[in-house]
């Protein structure tokens, strides 16, 4: 497989959310659910599923390759979500939409975790390619707010769907999943280390100090990042803007982040990994900051042109962080932890508790609580960055003085 097949994977595969975000509250709604039941699903189905994420990445690593695993979860998403677009029974609505969650979930961590493989091997970056989804879920989001009334709203759903459905699953069936190239070092390194994942390499992902301090801090940017996400078109209703409003917003956020990931591979590798964080704490506070302070819709649609400087920067650094610092054989089990917290237990996080604040102190209070967030996160990396540079300051002491002993 080449970077070009893998660029038209990532360009068709996130275009499934350009149908499923914007358009499936209305969809549920259509259905009968309440807009209290709908957000309800809306954030349980992805709570659910992250408990799959996990599962998903172990079975990966023991199979030692991600592609078999992808066409199942594919072939069982797309029976489950068409089976909720066809039906009108509430009760097979709600268990077809929970499922489909749990199935298209893990592929995300999967697909990163591929991507996160095969991406020295092509002799490109993650961030080259991932910015492609960003294309995909850009256009096909423009396109469907141009045309959605025209081609017959909610009920054409199910075929925009299946277009894109067919389209991943014919480049998952003839795409080739190569083996990672090593230097002749690194595979006399990796001989006496298991080839095969066990159970007591996965204790180790969850109880690596570096690991969970990294995730701990990293909720701190997530919550209301996901809280943001779930709740941005509420704000927009709230404060007078429109469905053109809203489809904007998404269309920015979506354009940006295309330049994000075009420019974020080259900007990484100028910083440590805790210094870009620290960055990044920074320019979230700075956005939630501007989320409190302007609330004319146009501005709030021009403020999510930071998402290429803030989400983007955090998602790359965080990929490629966790790729770095578990072992190979472990890749897809830290890829589908780090959606697991970000996706899962964020986003459920972030919308009970930016739902609450924004019902009780609107859009004010809820984004206060993001700049709070922001800033303690900011304090963290920094001191973890500091932490680190001790660190590595002692050690070349110390080995600047075995040197001189010698």
């Not at 492609?132 to 925009?160: N, R």
């Amino acid at each position: 497989m080449n970077s070009k097949q893998l660029k038209i994977v990532h360009t068709l595969f996130h275009s499934t959310n350009s149908v499923f975000i914007p358009y499936l509250p209305l969809l549920l709604m259509q259905r009968g659910f309440s807009t209290i039941e709908t957000s309800t699903l809306l954030m349980l189905g992805p709570f659910i599923a992250m408990f799959a994420q996990p599962v998903a990445g172990v079975i990966s690593d023991r199979m030692g390759a991600v592609r078999p695993l992808l066409l199942s979860l594919w072939l069982v998403m797309g029976i489950c979500a068409t089976t909720m677009f066809l039906t009108t029974d509430p009760y097979i609505t709600i268990a077809s939409l929970l499922i489909m969650y749990i199935f298209f979930m893990p592929t995300v961590s999967l697909l990163d975790a591929l991507t996160v493989k095969m991406a020295p091997v092509l002799g490109t970056t993650y961030s080259s390619i991932r910015l492609w989804g960003s294309v995909g879920f850009c256009l096909m989001l423009v396109g469907m707010g141009m045309f959605f009334d025209q081609i017959g709203g909610v009920s054409a759903l199910l075929w925009v769907f299946l277009s894109i459905w067919s389209g991943v699953m014919f480049m998952f069936l003839i795409m080739r999943e190569p083996e990672v190239i090593t230097s002749r070092v690194s595979e006399v390194e990796e001989a006496d280390k298991p080839r095969t994942l066990n159970w007591q390499s996965v204790r180790q992902v969850f109880t690596n100090p570096t690991l969970l301090v990294f995730f701990g801090i990293l909720m701190l940017i997530a919550i209301p990042h996901r809280m943001n996400d779930g709740l941005l078109s509420i704000h927009l209703q709230a404060e007078g803007g429109t469905g053109n409003h809203i489809s904007w917003a998404w269309a920015v956020a979506g354009a940006s982040e295309i330049i994000g990931f075009f420019f974020m591979g080259n900007i990484v590798k100028r910083f440590s990994m805790q210094r870009m964080l620290l960055i990044v704490s920074i320019l979230y506070t700075i956005r939630w900051g501007l989320c409190v302070w302007f609330t004319d819709p146009w501005a709030i649609v021009a403020i999510q042109a930071m998402h290429a400087i803030t989400f983007v920067a955090v998602w790359v650094t965080s990929i490629e962080f966790v790729a770095r610092i578990l072992p190979r054989e472990m890749n897809a089990t830290g890829q589908a932890l780090l959606n697991m917290l970000f996706i899962g237990v964020a986003g459920i996080a972030g919308g009970s508790i930016g739902g609450a604040l924004h019902e009780s102190y609107g859009g004010a209070g809820m984004y206060s609580f993001g700049i709070v967030c922001a800033a303690l996160a900011a304090i963290g990396f920094m001191i973890w960055s500091n932490q680190s540079k001790k660190r590595k300051q002692i050690y070349k002491k110390i080995s600047s003085k075995q040197v001189s002993s010698m």
